[in-house]
DNA sequence: TATGAATGAGACTTCATTCAT
DNA sequence: TATGAATGAAGTCTCATTCAT
């Protein structure tokens, strides 16, 4: 989607390069400081580039906001979708999912919490965007979920499994947002172990 | 804790008074365009006094945002503590709890949002203040939990009482953060009996 | 025609007179170096206050050009149907009208010459305005020579008067576009007296 | 007079291709946008190479605009002369040189725009050097006039001659700049026929 | 001879904050 | 206590020009 953004490049590999280091040099300095109080220059200098060359790749500050946002939501994303492929039995899977969804959130703290406080900065149609894959990764869950109540080892409603699914997340995220709480009294493996108990007294 | 916050005026009372419509002023424009997008400018036209008059009752632009999270919280805060005291069984107090914490929010929404969007443009202090805040309003919900664990209707461990309490401020945040996936299927009160069933199906 | 440019400032008689400083400082620098080639920050030193202080009567940078172009068309405007009042005969008007277009265009050689280089550095909206008033001043020959022809000392058909009015305030701009060409041979008067003969020659 | 410029590359017929080239990308631009406006990098898109390749012709910016102008100037300039050249007697050379002229100016209009109102955006001495073509232009009809003179068809002093002269250049050019005002009343030939009428009026 | 990515100075504009009245 | 004009630093973005390939 990356296609969206204008660039005075003509080399599409090169845009492709480029943009990645851009989101590298950014995405530091917006977890660190905030995306306002991120200075273009600042970016640019982390870039290693001048400021004329970073325009060249971007329209606007935002665009830089934007790549990162969509880096961050597919990397999380991809992880996810590639461990979710399984031959296990739909409640194994939906445990490993959050496992594994969980893990990802914890080896990507600042990143998450870069994704959720900053995209009000973006533009309408970026925010759908975001809005958008984030419900992609949501039904993921959910479809695990109605793999479980076809194979009657959960009993909820399929009505139900929507919520449920976004249950998963919204605990798998509160990892990194309170985490200086929860920090004291679990591990990473301990919150999942406890969290998916949890959650499965709670549809089984 | 307004206190903190300096002012040139000497008359208590006024202070408090101007910083009510301040806050009034703000918070409507902070929900609408965001913390950064806000002039100062329109503040004080919303507030219907001058520039000048406006910096008599605070310092800096960031101590405006301060009292409308403050202001927020506390009015969550207030009506969560209000509706607590009660004379019936944990359980009972949980699932009031709960009702009413979820209502709260449900009749807050712009506002919860606004709190936690815009926190990282606050000062480390100011950030800290309301992160003491929101503990203690997670402990009340951990407190009802250990009555609940004294009275033997929720049989977790006490070590976990913190983390379902948690959950249950995140489970909460979620109608107001997701709104928009959940309003299609769910109503305010089909959603707060729905999440009560899980989670209380979690700990019994 | 100000009034359509915004300001930050309330007080209606300063904003006239900042913006009267404004036009004195512009003028000159926009005579010298053109529109494009003048900062911002060179007319706000000339101005003698801060850039923001500027930015305070006006809103971009072409409001500045607007303010000019317009001020030199009102003055020229004004001194032109000042003058025009008169008891004398259609044709003595004319002759005084002339007279005093040219002595006018001759005092403000360079700012006739700024009005016609930049005006298409204007908006559409502006330089439409330009053009009406120009329009306007045009129309005053045009009566003096219908009265001319009504009192049949000019032998025009009616459709004409347009055309040979056009013909007067290009012929008087003439002194300021190709003065260096004029100077070594006619001096303002010269110029005025040669041309009205012409000028005359030609209509009756 | 292209030679003063300078250029990277050798072989000379190409540069005077290439500069054609070139002229034929800008121009459009320059009339549509303006000078100022206009990019150098959206010239290079218009002429078909890199702006690598477009700075080996030239070597700025205001380079273009001058060969522009240049173009211009020798084209308006080429037609009149050509024209000029005749066996017939004074007035009627001069009848159709203007003739001639206008019709230029007719088809030329967006050129003869560009043309004035871009002049002052060249150095100094390439608007002395359009100042000095446009003088040459204006000599054409001062020595048609003077042949007039010798002929006795024109009663005009000798010294009037450049003043007709330039009055007959300013009045083909306004219908370019007024064209707006005229077009309603006036085709390029009515145009024609009743200014000849009013010039020469003015100088038997 | 041709390419086009890179440079970097500088342009316009905004806005939190102050201070004379 | 209240006003609002003024400050000026800092921000984003553009673009003529260069130079390694």
């Given at each position: 989607?990356?296609?969206?953004?204008?660039?005075?490049?003509?080399?599409?590999?090169?845009?492709?390069?480029?943009?990645?280091?851009?989101?590298?040099?950014?995405?530091?300095?917006?977890?660190?400081?905030?995306?306002?109080?991120?200075?273009?220059?600042?970016?640019?200098?982390?870039?290693?580039?001048?400021?004329?060359?970073?325009?060249?790749?971007?329209?606007?500050?935002?665009?830089?906001?934007?790549?990162?946002?969509?880096?961050?939501?597919?990397?999380?994303?991809?992880?996810?979708?590639?461990?979710?492929?399984?031959?296990?039995?739909?409640?194994?899977?939906?445990?490993?999912?959050?496992?594994?969804?969980?893990?990802?959130?914890?080896?990507?703290?600042?990143?998450?919490?870069?994704?959720?406080?900053?995209?009000?900065?973006?533009?309408?149609?970026?925010?759908?965007?975001?809005?958008?894959?984030?419900?992609?990764?949501?039904?993921?869950?959910?479809?695990?979920?109605?793999?479980?109540?076809?194979?009657?080892?959960?009993?909820?409603?399929?009505?139900?499994?929507?919520?449920?699914?976004?249950?998963?997340?919204?605990?798998?995220?509160?990892?990194?947002?309170?985490?200086?709480?929860?920090?004291?009294?679990?591990?990473i493996n301990s919150y999942i172990k406890t969290q998916t108990e949890l959650i499965l007294k709670g549809i089984i």
């Amino acid at each position: 989607m990356q296609d969206t953004i204008e660039s005075n490049i003509k080399d599409k590999d090169l845009i492709d390069t480029r943009r990645r280091e851009i989101v590298n040099a950014a995405v530091e300095l917006f977890v660190r400081k905030g995306f306002h109080q991120t200075t273009v220059r600042e970016i640019a200098r982390e870039f290693g580039m001048s400021m004329g060359a970073l325009y060249d790749y971007i329209r606007t500050k935002e665009d830089i906001l934007f790549l990162v946002c969509d880096h961050i939501h597919t990397t999380v994303s991809n992880k996810l979708k590639e461990s979710v492929v399984s031959e296990k039995t739909g409640i194994e899977i939906l445990k490993n999912a959050i496992s594994d969804y969980f893990i990802i959130i914890n080896e990507n703290q600042d990143y998450m919490l870069l994704l959720y406080q900053e995209t009000k900065s973006l533009s309408k149609a970026a925010r759908k965007y975001i809005f958008v894959a984030e419900n992609e990764l949501t039904s993921i869950f959910e479809d695990i979920l109605k793999q479980c109540i076809k194979e009657k080892t959960v009993r909820i409603n399929h009505r139900k499994t929507k919520l449920v699914a976004n249950n998963i997340m919204v605990i798998g995220q509160m990892w990194a947002f309170r985490r200086w709480v929860l920090r004291d009294n679990y591990s990473i493996n301990s919150y999942i172990k406890t969290q998916t108990e949890l959650i499965l007294k709670g549809i089984i």
